[in-house]
Every structure is written in structure tokens, then in C-alpha cells.
């Protein structure tokens, strides 16, 4: 059967802050930023799907950010009950079933356990999505990301509640106390905020969104050798840039 090409789709480039000139290396390196939610089933199978592909490439350089994305922004930041949410959105919990039974049997074709029958709330993900954050200063952004939607759809954990988080923080190497007392102010509530926006406002209404080189975009959890295919793609394309 022949394979599907995938389209890599122009892309503004997101804000970052200034660089250090980056010493002189055999190749330069790519960056993805990977725009998703915790709480989105297709980006809990797009992770696992970036990351066998990242594992198809390792003589590629990376360097890998995971950018925040409201799946649900009109959710209140105290949840609600996941039989309100699914009416709300779906018109009834009869009417996810169907499009549940799919998720599932994608998500156990890569390894991934999602439990929808034991999901009892519906979060607002800002918490999740600043928790990700507080642990990319030490190098865990993608453990933290990986404990959360474990949570949530293998355990149908509570991301309400704060003791959850403040646990799931601890688990993957931060301090629990340190991120109970910054759970209780805004850190990092409008810098979480905005750059959700930005995302938004350059375009991404569907998630899992992957940017590589802040030049191109590609949607859905598309499968691991095509994501892998695209990461050479760019990464020769902007070498070759640079050797000009």
C-alpha cells in the first residue's frame, strides 16, 4: 500500500526570547513545538506518536517545547462534572460513545490506556498547563505532561483537585510543598494564558499541533514514521539554510 505524504503547512513563528549565539555544531537543531492539552485524547496518542518518532531519529539534533493549548476554555477553573461537560459538547454521554470507542482502540494500538468510564470530572487544564511549565526548569516538562494524562485517562484522576496535582508535581521530582503554595497564587496564570492565545491567534484549532522550525505546522496524532520523515525533512532544509 502506498504511503500517505504528509503536508507540512506554513507557520508563523512563535515568540521566544533572545538567544545566545549557539556554538558552532555538525548540524543545527530542530525545534518542535508541540501545542497541546492534557485533556485531549488525541494529543495523550500524538505524544506517545512524537515520541516513537523521535526515537526514528536520534542522529537528528532537537530541541523540543511543549506549548499549552485550552481544548476547553469555556470549562470554569473549578471543573465540572464530566456528564455535564459531555452534554454540553457532545448533546449527550450516549453520543461520546461512539467517538470514545474509536479513541480507545487507537490509543491501545500504541500502548496507551484511556478509561472514559472512570473519568468523574471535567478540568480546567491552566493548573496542568503551569505545572508543565514550573517542571521544564528542570528538564521534566514531558514527564509532568505524560503523569497528568496518565491521571486522567488510564486513572480518571481528579485535576481538579489540588492534592492530585500537588502529588502528580511530586512524582515526577518537585518539590510537593513548593508547588501547593504556588498552586494557591496566579504564577504564571497569564503567561500560560497568553501564550494559548497565541497559539490560537496564529491559527491552531486542532490539537496536537506540531511546529517544526517555526516555519511549518502539522496537525493530528499522524502516525510515528511520518512525523519521523517530516523531522528530516526540515531539519535538512534549514541546514542547508544554514551552510549558505
Known amino acids: 500500500m502506498q ?9 508563523g513563528l512563535f515568540s521566544r526570547e ?5 556554538p558552532v555544531s555538525a548540524l543545527k537543531p ?26 526514528l531519529v536520534p542522529d537528528v539534533p532537537l530541541e523540543v517545547n511543549w506549548r499549552p493549548f485550552f481544548l476547553n476554555p469555556w470549562v470554569p477553573r473549578e471543573g ?51 505545572l508543565i511549565h514550573w517542571a521544564e526548569a528542570k528538564g521534566k516538562s514531558a514527564e509532568m505532561k505524560q503523569r497528568l494524562m496518565e491521571l486522567y485517562f488510564r486513572d480518571g484522576g481528579d485535576l481538579t483537585d489540588t492534592e492530585v496535582l500537588v502529588k502528580a508535581a511530586a512524582d515526577v521530582g518537585l518539590d510537593a510543598d513548593d508547588v501547593r503554595k504556588r498552586l494557591a497564587t496566579d504564577e504564571d496564570v497569564e503567561l500560560i494564558s497568553g501564550r494559548a492565545q497565541e497559539a490560537s491567534d496564529k491559527g491552531i484549532s486542532g490539537v496536537p499541533t506540531f511546529v517544526f522550525a517555526q516555519k511549518y505546522a502539522v496537525s493530528g496524532a499522524q502516525p510515528a514514521e511520518m512525523l519521523a520523515r517530516a523531522i528530516r525533512q526540515v531539519s535538512a532544509e534549514i541546514n542547508a539554510q544554514a551552510a549558505e
Open 80 to 130: 465540572i462534572s464530566r456528564e455535564d461537560y459531555l452534554t454540553t459538547k457532545f448533546g449527550s454521554v450516549d453520543a461520546y460513545k461512539g467517538i470514545a470507542g474509536r479513541v480507545v482502540t487507537a490509543a491501545g494500538e500504541e500502548g496507551l490506556v484511556y478509561r472514559p468510564d472512570l473519568v468523574k470530572r471535567q478540568p480546567n487544564t491552566i493548573d496542568c498547563h503551569r
Open 3 to 11: 504511503r500517505a505524504a504528509l503536508r507540512l503547512m506554513p507557520f
Open 30 to 55: 530542530l525545534k518542535i513545538d508541540i501545542v497541546s492539552d492534557v485533556v485531549c485524547p488525541w494529543c495523550y496518542i500524538g505524544k506517545k506518536r512524537i515520541e516513537d518518532a523521535l526515537a
Open 18 to 22: 533572545p538567544e545566545e549565539d549557539d
